[in-house]
């Protein structure tokens, strides 16, 4: 294998051989058969085997047609059409010739046709030999074929068979080896019949069911490890919790009573360390429930540190624990990299006395000594490293401080039960009584004039909109696409609108600009805003009352109702806006329905789930969603029972076995911290 083709390996994330063993074929072609000429069926992928008795060839360059006529020994005919074929190929046809072509028939009035297939030249009949098996066909990227990705898939099988081969002559056979490789050997190299014996689903639900059982063996590992570590004590009153709830302009739901019961609670417990997740819908309050936590924490004699994502949510969580518990007299602090004397700020820190420090990731930065660190609570979870979130850890030196983490996207049950084995789950279902549901339209993008007229009424009335977009360019990777991006939008709103103040933000912007042009949005000096979806997390505009969501079919849906929550957060009814292109699948079509008809994240979140794949649950696999690899946790609901305890009986009496499993599955040490 050359440099070249490892690092396009390496860069669609596969490393090792197992990597390689476990991307899985999409499909497979049956050319285990050499189709008669005279019995082809229309519309089907078939293998034939016919001599050349006529060339023809029409056009130049890539207009070039060759066009083939075989005949088998019985005399049957069959047209061949290749289309610009390079002209070394072209060469290698020659009448007299028996060519093997597979693609897909075409019944026409002159008799059956082939168009285009993949074939290969032999100068007798005898040398075309049908496939032993079935012929897999990856994924692919661009700069591998399926001809090359099969060569070196087949060369990780054959290392691994010659492996276990030589353990089993020796002292060092495992049944297990010699059961894993009849999987894969299943999977790539399927026997004709195994799509009807259904032997290549069985193999790959047995790799599934592995997967998940790493995934909740490290899962529960971790918890049992924290379980051990003596907690930081937390078991002193907190009078100024009382004092917080009589001060604020609102009163808790139900369910941030509960939620707050239970996480004070874990802080009090002399057991072991919280691990605790919160999450919730967008605006059902997570960050008054992280406010008391941290007011418990600072009662206690210990500080509190709360890391967001971005600065300007950092920014806002900062607004916000300074309102409401500066005037009780606890000290709130900020560190991000827009902070003025960054290095007084840090020497405060560093001094002896219970704080609360709100900041981004330059908390964990070389330097910044967290003193007497009791609790950690991280917004957004899912958009951090693992490191990022053990180096907070550490700044807590010998001790385990608490962790209390958050997530705006509701997770499905199946799905919490392997992303999130062994962590407790705290959920607020319930929305403040003053928030009202955010009403969903959903159009075709024809009537996106319809729309900027009614921007242009709701602006004028002092009200402010976004308009969101999948892309950023026209064109992705040099492919011209029918799908409008932010640049395209921008460019047509400063024309039909130009008495409006109009901004344009994307994730390839210096960080700079783009949070000065949020903040002008925030602070109501834009009327407008074009964004990708680097909006879905980090700003908060109570003025906003319209999201519009272009090409919406492109985007999860729990993603589309975490951009629908950006609005309708003060006290103007909220509208959302889902535009979408003429091309519109009928599962896009479900799949939209959907957001029209539901504001419950969680029933949403199901649904995406079981539509999507966990891998995409929070839109995109590099926003750090849960990526399973051949997974899909809501396929075995009914066996989580099973699995778990299988994982606790492996981590009790097989750890050997049980840490093979999480090695295969997560060979990244900081893999076994998920949380």
């Known amino acids: 294998m050359g440099e070249k083709t490892a690092q396009g390996l390496q860069k669609h994330g596969i490393h090792s051989v197992f990597d390689l063993l476990i991307h899985l074929p999409l499909r497979y072609e049956d050319r285990t058969l050499h189709r008669p000429l005279a019995r082809l069926k229309p519309g089907v992928e078939q293998l034939i085997l016919g001599q050349i ?4 060839t029409r056009g130049y360059g890539r207009k070039r047609t060759t ?9 049957n005919c069959c047209d061949v059409f290749l289309f610009n074929l390079p002209v070394s190929r072209s060469r290698s046809l020659q009448p007299g010739l028996w060519f093997q072509g597979y693609g897909k028939i075409e019944i026409r009035l002159s008799g059956p046709c082939m168009l285009h297939p993949q074939f290969r030249v032999f100068e007798h009949a005898e040398q075309a030999h049908p496939e032993p098996t079935l012929t897999p066909v990856y994924p692919l990227w661009k700069g591998m074929q399926q001809y090359r990705i099969r060569r070196i898939i087949n060369a990780a099988l054959e290392q691994c068979r010659q492996l276990v081969k030589h353990r089993s002559s020796g002292n060092h056979a495992n049944p297990a080896d010699s059961d894993l490789l009849q999987i894969f050997h299943t999977l790539h190299c399927p026997a004709p019949d195994a799509l009807l014996n259904e032997s290549v689903s069985r193999s790959r639900k047995q790799l599934a069911h592995e997967e998940l059982l790493a995934h909740t063996l490290v899962q529960l590992r971790q918890r049992s ?3 051990q570590r003596a907690a930081i004590p937390m078991n002193k009153d907190a009078p100024r919790i009382k004092d917080l709830l009589e ?21 009090s417990n002399p057991g072991s360390p919280m691990l605790r997740l919160l999450q919730g819908e967008v605006g059902s309050g997570k960050t008054i429930v992280a406010a008391l936590a941290a007011l418990h924490c600072v009662e206690n004699g210990w500080s509190c540190a709360i890391m967001a994502p971005t600065e300007l949510l950092a920014m806002q969580h900062f607004e916000s624990f300074s309102t409401w518990l500066a005037p009780l007299g606890i000290t709130v602090l900020d560190l991000t990299s827009k902070t003025p004397e960054k290095k007084a700020r840090i020497d405060k820190i560093r001094q002896d006395g219970p704080k609360i420090l709100v900041g981004t990731q330059a908390l964990i930065q070389d330097g910044v000594d ?7 609570i991280i917004d957004e979870q899912h958009r951090f490293g693992v490191n990022q979130r053990l180096l907070l850890l550490g700044k807590g030196g010998d001790r385990q401080p608490h962790q209390l983490i958050m997530s705006a996207t ?6 919490a039960m392997t992303y999130y084995a062994g962590v407790e789950i705290s959920t607020l279902d319930e929305l403040p009584s003053n928030r009202k549901p955010v009403q969903t339209l959903v159009m075709p993008e024809t009537k996106r004039n319809e729309v900027i007229q009614r921007i242009q009424h709701l602006c004028h009335a002092g009200q402010q909109v976004y308009w969101v977009c999948p892309l950023i360019e026209a064109q992705e990777e040099g492919t011209p696409t029918p799908f409008r991006s932010s640049i395209e939008i921008f460019d047509i709103l400063q024309k039909s609108l130009p008495d409006l103040s ?28 074009v964004s990708t979806t680097v909006i879905e997390v980090g700003i908060d505009v109570p003025n906003a009352t319209l999201i519009v969501i272009e090409n919406a079919e492109r985007l999860g849906l729990s993603q589309l109702h975490q951009l629908r929550g950006r609005v309708g957060r003060g006290t103007l009814k909220g509208f959302c806006i889902l535009l979408y292109s003429n091309h519109l699948s009928k599962l896009g079509k479900t799949r939209l329905a959907v957001l029209r008809e539901s504001n419950n994240g969680f029933e949403i979140a199901e649904k995406d789930l079981k539509m999507r794949g966990p891998g995409e649950l929070w839109g995109v696999r590099q926003s750090g969603g849960a990526s399973f690899r051949i997974a899909s946790p809501d396929d075995f609901q009914a066996e989580f029972p099973k699995l778990q305890a299988r994982a ?6 097989q750890a050997d076995m049980a840490e093979i499993i999480i090695k295969r599955w997560l060979p990244k040490s900081d893999a076994c911290n998920r949380v």
């Open 53 to 56: 008795v006529r060339i023809q």
């Open 225 to 227: 490890e924290i379980r």
């Open 370 to 376: 967290l003193a007497n660190l009791g609790l950690c």
């Open 67 to 75: 066009h083939l006529i075989l005949e088998d020994k019985k005399n």
């Open 247 to 267: 001060r604020l302009p609102f009163k808790l739901t139900e369910a941030q009573k509960s939620a707050s019961k239970t996480i004070i609670g874990d802080l």
């Open 502 to 529: 109009i901004g344009m933000v994307h994730g390839q912007m210096p960080a700079n600009e783009k949070q000065s042009l949020m903040t002008d949005f925030r602070n109501g000096k834009l009327s407008v805003l």
């Open 410 to 415: 509701p997770i499905p049950r199946t799905l």
């Open 648 to 653: 606790q009986h492996l981590l009790k009496n």
